[in-house]
T-cell receptor
Framework: AQKVTQAQTEISVVEKEDVTLDCVYE???????LFWYKQPPSGELVFLIR????DEQNEISGRYSWNFQKSTSSFNFTITASQVVDSAVYFC?????????????WGLGTSLAVNP | EAQVTQNPRYLITVTGKKLTVTCSQN?????MSWYRQDPGLGLRQIYY???????DKGDVPEGYKVSRKEKRNFPLILESPSPNQTSLYFC?????????????FGPGTRLTVL
């Protein structure tokens, strides 16, 4: 079975702190894709990153960075020097499903509050 | 601008009154999908469509119908809504069948069934 676990339900930090959001996944597929989405209080889903299973290079985009480790089935997300605007729910997702559906399988999300 | 649109964004209705949530994308995507988001349960797929006239059930299809008569539109139909269908609904589209392709999400429809 495919599964995504985000063990941290809620995290609260003070502005400028670094924060890491954990994501652990389970899949039997040899080829799969991992995603992170942000859901701000307004409710929309904002795509952050996509990573395929053959590319274990870490990625950095401004204050955001991602650490993909197949050995531990983890795809963690770090925000450096957090800002109030980073307050949102963050979802990790895994592409899965038989056939061509390849639906997204979602973690339950981590609610991040960045306080001034 | 490439986008997925949903209407309405907010809807309050009563049990049993048929409703349709529209979804439209302007990216010529073959694949479209509906998810619902509920606290503690995350996002779950309701239905998906691989192309025009090709639809199939997701994980939680009970109480919903869909149609795909045109490539750009994928409406979600609740024939007889019930309170347990109160949720936040998202439509998504993706180019082709590959999981590599990013799914684009609509802004969401917040539905309350009284």
């Amino acid at each position: 079975a495919q599964k995504v676990t985000q063990a941290q339900t809620e995290i609260s930090v003070v502005e400028k702190e670094d924060v890491t959001l954990d994501c652990v996944y389970e899949t039997r597929d040899t080829t799969y894709y991992l995603f992170w989405y942000k859901q701000p209080p307004s409710g929309e889903l904002v795509f952050l990153i996509r990573r395929n299973s053959f590319d274990e290079q870490n990625e950095i985009s401004g204050r955001y960075s991602w650490n993909f480790q197949k050995s531990t089935s983890s795809f963690n997300f770090t925000i450096t020097a957090s800002q109030v605007v980073d307050s949102a729910v963050y979802f990790c997702a895994l592409s899965g499903g038989a056939g061509n559906n390849r639906k997204l399988i979602w973690g339950l999300g981590t609610s991040l509050a960045v306080n001034p | 601008e490439a986008q997925v649109t949903q209407n309405p964004r907010y809807l309050i209705t009563v049990t049993g009154k048929k409703l349709t949530v529209t979804c439209s994308q302007n990216m010529n995507h073959e694949y479209m999908s509906w998810y619902r988001q509920d606290p503690g349960l995350g996002l779950r797929q309701i239905y998906y469509s691989m192309n025009v006239e090709v639809t199939d059930k997701g994980d939680v299809p009970e109480g919903y119908k869909v149609s795909r008569k045109e490539k750009r539109n994928f409406p979600l139909i609740l024939e007889s809504p019930s309170p347990n269908q109160t949720s936040l609904y998202f439509c998504a589209s993706r180019l082709g069948q590959g999981a590599l392709n990013e799914q684009f999400f609509g802004p969401g429809t917040r539905l309350t069934v009284l």
